[in-house]
């Protein structure tokens, strides 16, 4: 029996928030120190506090090679899984035997802001569109994740280091309309030599109307589908298709729709 692990659509969904402004981006870098892991398939995070100023990130630049990081994530987080500059060993896939200490991405909060993997390209939000973080907001600090699945660089003779990351785009200024990531996620058995498909669905609970804009699909060696769908009134709308052996970058929703309050996803 093969296992394998499939992230379902993972939609970027915009709330109506407050009037806009016109404002100024600046660039502010999250990499990683120069790192050196030694144990195939590493998961090193590092955190940034944000907790003492309005940030509202309009965009992310991968600073990333695939051969290097299989895939980077960004998460916010209530409290971190470590010190704030710290690397840590943040794998949760499976043991680690690693030198660096050992945690969980974020000790209370979790949220995922952004994802990358497979030479995706950057992504610029909506005009007027923006992740809000920091003061007044849950998300007090911003942990980058990096995946390395193949060490070789690290180890001799190549003795190399990696200062993997993102740079975000951001502003101080707010934007009307919020930014958020909706995840559904499914994991099973596949027998050998056969065909399997998963399947989640959950109920939209929230009082707020959403707009899915765009979404991005991520399976591991055996994926080769992955779709997404609003249900409303038994009527079934597609969000997003992709095949995930693609370039894991955000793709522009299917179809136009909002999803409020008794939908299914």
């Not at 790192?35 to 907790?51: G, M, S």
């Not at 998300?139 to 180890?155: E, G, R």
């Not at 409303?232 to 997003?240: A, H, K």
Request: with cysteine.
């Amino acid at each position: 029996m093969w296992l394998s692990l499939t992230l379902c659509s993972l939609l970027v969904i915009s709330y109506v928030k407050a009037a806009p402004q016109p404002g100024t981006t600046r660039n502010v870098d999250l990499l990683m120190p120069k790192v050196k892991p030694q144990q195939p398939d590493t998961y090193l995070c590092r955190a940034t506090r944000v907790e003492d100023a309005h940030m509202y990130i309009r965009g992310y630049i991968p600073k990333a090679d695939s051969t290097i990081a299989h895939h980077i994530l960004l998460y916010g987080c209530l409290v971190p899984g470590a010190t704030e500059g710290e690397v840590w060993d943040c794998g949760e896939m499976s043991a680690s035997t690693s030198s660096y200490m050992h945690g969980s991405v974020c000790q209370e909060g979790t949220n995922i802001l952004y994802a990358w993997a497979m030479e995706a390209p950057r992504l610029n939000l909506p005009e007027d569109v923006s992740f809000e973080v920091g003061q007044d907001t849950p998300i007090k600090y911003l942990v980058l994740q990096v995946h390395y699945k193949n060490v070789t660089k690290f180890l001799s003779p190549q003795n190399g280091d990696d200062s993997s990351g993102l740079t975000l785009q951001v502003t101080n200024v707010p934007t009307s309309k919020q930014a958020g990531v909706y995840l559904m996620d499914t994991d099973g058995y596949i027998p050998a030599h056969s065909i399997e498909y998963f399947e989640t669905a959950c109920n939209f609970d929230e009082d707020a109307e959403i707009v899915p804009f765009a979404y991005r699909t991520h399976a591991h060696a055996l994926g080769r589908v992955i779709s997404g769908y609003r249900i409303r009134d038994g009527e079934w709308t597609e969000i997003g298709r992709k095949d995930p052996r693609l370039p894991e970058m955000f793709y522009n929703a299917t179809n136009q729709m909002t999803i409020r309050k008794g939908d299914i996803l």
